[in-house]
């Protein structure tokens, strides 16, 4: 068994995932706070009941669950992509730019915090782990 068919482990993955493309889209509407035009991008948030329901399918897929009654619950995988959405809060500047460098470093900011939240979460999980398996 692989440490990505675990759902809990799965999910963080692709929050990590998630959070770190995040953080490269909130650094390029930081490093364009000054080009005519430009309007900051972020990405659509994560949906948790689609996420769940992703890794619940991926862990009924690795331990070939079936549904052999009517009456089971079916589950799907619909893992999708990151969805890149324009963020338009802030008016334009004269020359169109609409980057508000406040607004850009406290969602930097708060993706970090998140980012260490889900990596200690990560390796908290891995320690029990090892501590079931006994090393």
Known sequence: MQVDDIPLMSMLKNQMSW????????ATNVASADLPGYTPRDLKAMDFEQTLRSSTAQLNAA?????T???????TSTHAGFEERENRDVEASPNGNSVSLEQEMIKVADTQSKYQAATNIYAKAIGMMKTAIGH
């Not at 959070?19 to 909130?26: F, I």
């Not at 009654?69 to 589950?75: C, F, K, S, T």
């Open 19 to 26: 959070l770190s493309k995040r953080q490269e889209l909130l």
């Open 63 to 67: 331990s070939s669950l079936t549904t």
């Open 69 to 75: 009654d009517p009456r089971h619950i079916a589950v």
